[in-house]
């Protein structure tokens, strides 16, 4: 059902695993996370639309399946590479409708877990 959005609206992406020169290929909406408590993000407070970690949220189909990233996985855009803090599948009735996840921006080679 959400496919058809992913396909016209959202922005070329890959999600590549560790390892992996060359990812799988998906459209998702990618954009700044702009609240005052993040309580997804540690509990860290900051003033409403200032972002110093680099935090954003990612929406994308169902698969590939970015909930079972392991380290150095990441969602590439544009140029960007994002690090996925945490991910969680949306379901409609028993099926994955979308999942959504909170992404870091960071480098390319930056493979580190926190």
Avoid at 22 to 35: N, V
Wanted: glycine fraction near 14%; proline fraction near 4%; hydrophobic fraction near 35%.
């Amino acid at each position: 059902m959400t496919g058809g959005l992913f396909e016209k609206y959202g922005r070329e992406c890959e999600f590549i695993t560790s390892g992996d020169a060359q990812g799988d290929a998906m459209k998702a909406f990618i954009s700044p996370l702009r609240y005052k408590n993040k309580m997804y993000l540690y509990g860290v407070n900051t003033e409403i639309g200032f972002n110093p970690e680099g935090y954003y949220l990612y929406i994308g189909p169902p698969s590939p399946d970015i909930t079972r990233a392991q380290g150095g996985a990441r969602i590439v855009c544009d140029g960007e590479a994002y690090r996925i803090d945490r991910a969680e599948k949306v379901y409609l009735g028993g099926s994955v409708f979308h999942i959504w996840a909170v992404i870091r921006k960071t480098s390319e080679g930056d493979d580190a877990v926190e």
